[in-house]
């Protein structure tokens, strides 16, 4: 009987994905906090995650050639980084506040954790049924 890796992983090999895109938008909105006129930037995640798990998510576009342009850096439709709205923005026009986007990032790094964790265990429990121990 073959193995359903969706089924059995969910969700979380997306989110994994996901958590580690937006961490990386997160850190280099903390990397430009004191650049002048630069936009905090984050993504929507529930609503990415719901767009991946619903059917009706509009498809990826393929590339048949390696030069041709890709729509997006994400694999994910609706992935787009939107920009943050700021609680208090600088004079310069950098709308970074680097506690808000401290917060951000450990979250994120927490859940990601957590999704790992989750997928960790589901590896090791289906080892355990592959080897019959």
Do not use: C, W
């Amino acid at each position: 009987m073959p193995i359903n890796f969706d089924a059995a992983f969910g969700i979380h090999d997306e989110a994994l994905l996901l958590r580690a895109q937006r961490a990386r938008a997160i850190a280099a909105n903390l990397a430009n906090a004191d650049t002048p006129h630069y936009k905090a930037r984050d993504m929507d995640f529930r609503k990415v995650l719901g767009s991946v798990t619903d059917n009706t998510a509009a498809t990826v576009i393929r590339t048949t050639h390696p030069r041709h342009l890709r729509d997006g850096e994400s694999p994910f439709p609706g992935a787009e980084l939107l920009y943050r709205v700021p609680n208090q923005p600088s004079i310069d026009g950098n709308t970074v506040d680097p506690n808000v986007e401290k917060a951000a990032f450990m979250s994120n790094a927490v859940r990601y954790q957590a999704s790992l964790r989750f997928l960790s265990g589901k590896i090791k429990t289906l080892l355990t049924a592959i080897r019959g121990d």
